[in-house]
């Protein structure tokens, strides 16, 4: 809305710049609610003095949608700088590699089809298992996944430990073996930073999102395909050699990534010059 000061918008929307939500899982209500949506952002955002976004995937993307002179600033993404950890209780088992799918529920995050991942799993006997952290508070959809989970006996291939403190972030990445994340649409995720911080494997879909922030450090996936994320997962494993590269790799883009403070002082910098 118009005021007599400037106003810095940081964006993280993602349905607003997506090509598409055919493949989303939206209901036609959620499909409604976000094409409103985006009739008012693009109504109130000539009010915005400038645009702040954390990939520039997304930064060409809404400089695209906005079609205006309003600057869009990419304001770096960066890992989780936990000062006073604190452990997670998570039972594992030594014989199991376990796979985490760190997300609140979205439509677009994509978690149904991990159960068909986990499916195959149990199908073929391999000692995998996804851990999730959606609980039922999170709606509709995230408690009917915890349902069905339930209902089809999967709780050894897929389980959900709720919700996990910020605090605890660094213990729960040293009881995991991998991220997997099925998103289908990312303003920017943190997640992937923390993952290459905590020097584990990767799993993500071969989006244009996800590569900007992984680029090799990833196995990339079809996030619509349970059969190729169970293939790449499985291929993967025939080749430690790579996966170590890829750890590397991510260990590398981790360690020169910039952190929140460094990049929060680069914004007010840039902000004095400008406005």
Known sequence: MPTQKEQILLFDNPFTTADTLNDLNLTLREKLTHYMRNKIFLWRSRYI??????TEV??????????????VK???NASANITNPCVIDITT????????????????????????????????NINKTIILTIDESQGRKAKKILLKIKK??????????????????ASLYSKVDALILPTLLESYSSTYADAMLYKKIIYTS???????VCKDSAF??????DTDIYNTIIESDKNPELIEQKKSSGSKIAGNSVNWEESILSLFNDLRIKL
């Open 49 to 54: 003095d400038m645009f702040l976004v954390q």
């Open 58 to 71: 997304q930064q060409k993307r809404l400089i695209k949608r906005l079609r205006n002179n309003t600057p």
């Open 74 to 76: 990419y304001l770096p």
């Open 93 to 124: 088992e030594s014989d199991r590699s376990y796979y985490l799918a760190f997300t609140r529920y979205y439509s677009h995050k994509n978690i149904e089809i991990l159960i068909d991942v986990a499916k195959q799993f149990r199908n073929n």
């Open 152 to 169: 089809l006996n999967l709780e050894k291939y897929i389980f959900t430990i709720g919700r996990v403190d910020f605090n605890q972030i």
């Open 206 to 212: 071969d989006r244009d999102f996800a590569h900007e």
């Open 220 to 225: 990339y996936f079809n996030p619509l395909s």
